[in-house]
C-alpha cells in the first residue's frame, strides 16, 4: 500500500533525490520570453538582410537604427553637395564670380553642401538657388526632392513600426514567476498566471502549454520533444487577471510524476499566450518558461480581486503570491487510485449495512423445528384463569381438570366481601 504525505503549510518541502546534481541546462526560453539561440553559417545571411530590409530595420535597436538613419541623411546630404560643386567647377562659378552662375552664391564646397542641405530639408534662408543657366543642376535639384521624400517616408514608417511593435506590446502582459500543482475539483491540477498590466485589454485570447525535453546524446547530437499539455481554459477574455489549469489526467506526461521524481525530471514548461489588442487590432503573443525548480508542489495563488460597492478592485502586489495547501506527494495516478479503492470501501460498507442479514425489514428467517414439533396440535396453549366468589361458609371449589395435555387452567378464588351482593 503506498504511503500517501500531506504537506505542511508551516514547514518547507523538500526532496532528497538520490542521483547526483544536474547540471544547470541554458533555458531554452528566458523568463521575458526570448529564445537562447545563436545562428551560425546561415546560407547568403547578408541578403536576406537586406531583402526584407524594412523587418531588419524594425528587429534592430534603436541606437543602431538611430545611427542608419542619420548617415542616410548626412550621405545623402554630402552627396549631392559634391555634385552641386562639379557643376560649379565645370560651369566656372569657383573662378569666376563675375559670370552667371548655375547655382546662385555657390562658389566653394562648403556652399554647396549647405545649399544642398537647404534643398533636401526645405529651409530655404534665400541667400542660394537655382538658376536657368544650367539645365544638369535643376534635374539634380529634382531628384534630390524626390530621394528626400523617399528617405522621410522609410524613416517615420520604421520609427511608427518599431514603436508599436508587438514585443514592447507584450511586455505589457505577464506570467507569474512560478507555477504550481495543488488541488482543484478532485485532481491534481498544474496552474499558471496570467495578467494585463494595462487598461485597455484583449479581444480574445489563446494559451497553449508544451513540455521540452533535450536529450544529448553521447555524439553529441542533441533532440528536442515536445509534448501538449490540455488546458481547461485555453480561450480567454483577459479583463482581468486569470489562472490557467491543467488537468494531471490520464494521457497527461506529469501523470506518473511525484514531487521526488519532479525535483529529479529534466524538462521546462513553456506557456504562451496569443492575443488581439482591442486598440491597435494588432496580434500579439506573450511567452515564458518554468523549469522544475520553478514549479511549487502543494501551492495555491493568492486572491487577487476584492469586490466593492463600485468597482472589482485587482491588487497585483498579489500576482506572484503563492500560499501552502496540503496536497499529496504522489503522483495523480498512485492518488486516483486510493481515491477509487475508498470509494470501493464505502460502496461495500452500504451494501453490507443494506443485506437482509441487518434490515429490519428483512424476510423472517426460516425455522429449523421439524414439521411434528410446529404442527398446530402440538403446539402449547395459553393457561386459563378462573376467578370465582365465595362466602366464609363455602367450601373450596375442586380444580377441574382439562381432557387436553397442554391446557393449563388455575383456579382464583376470592372472599366475598359482604357490601356485595348476591
Known sequence: ?????????????????????????????????????????????????????FTTLVEIRWRVMFLIFALSYILSWLFFGILFFIIALVHGDVRDHNNDP?????????????????????????????????????????????????????????????????????????????????????FLCLSWRI???????????????????????????????YEDLSLQQKDIILIAPTTVYHRIESGSPLYKMSLEDLRKADFELLVSFTYTDDSTGMLHQTRTSYTTDEILWGHLFQEMIRVTNKHYKVDYNLFNNTAKVLVPLNSAEEYEKRKIEKEEQKQLRLLARASPRHSPRGSPRPSSRSPQQSHPENRLNP??????????????????????????????????HPTIAE
Open 1 to 53: 500500500m503506498p504511503k500517501y504525505l500531506s504537506v505542511n503549510p508551516f514547514e518547507e518541502v523538500s526532496v532528497k533525490t538520490e542521483n547526483e546534481q544536474r547540471p544547470n541546462a541554458p533555458r531554452y526560453i528566458r523568463k521575458e520570453g526570448t529564445c537562447r539561440f545563436l545562428f551560425r553559417h546561415v546560407p547568403e545571411e547578408w541578403m536576406l538582410f537586406v531583402t526584407d530590409i
Open 195 to 225: 495578467g494585463d498590466f494595462r487598461r485597455h485589454h484583449m479581444v480574445k485570447g489563446s494559451a497553449c502549454a508544451q513540455i521540452l525535453r533535450t536529450t544529448v546524446h553521447t555524439t553529441g547530437k542533441v533532440d528536442v520533444t
Open 102 to 186: 548655375c547655382v546662385f552664391e555657390v562658389r566653394s564646397f562648403t556652399a554647396s553642401f549647405l545649399f544642398s542641405l537647404e534643398t533636401q530639408t526645405t529651409i530655404g534662408y534665400g541667400f542660394r538657388g537655382m538658376s536657368e543657366n544650367c539645365m544638369i543642376a535643376i534635374i539634380i535639384v529634382t531628384i534630390q526632392d524626390v530621394i528626400s521624400c523617399f528617405i522621410d517616408t522609410f524613416v517615420i514608417g520604421i520609427v511608427v513600426a518599431k514603436m508599436a511593435s508587438a514585443r514592447k506590446r507584450a511586455q505589457t502582459v505577464g506570467f507569474s514567476n512560478r507555477a504550481v500543482i495543488n488541488l482543484r475539483d478532485g
Open 383 to 416: 393457561p386459563i384463569v378462573l376467578v370465582e366468589l365465595m362466602g366464609d361458609n363455602q367450601p373450596e371449589p375442586n380444580v377441574p381438570t382439562t381432557e387436553g395435555g397442554n391446557q393449563h387452567t388455575e383456579t382464583l378464588t376470592v372472599p366475598k
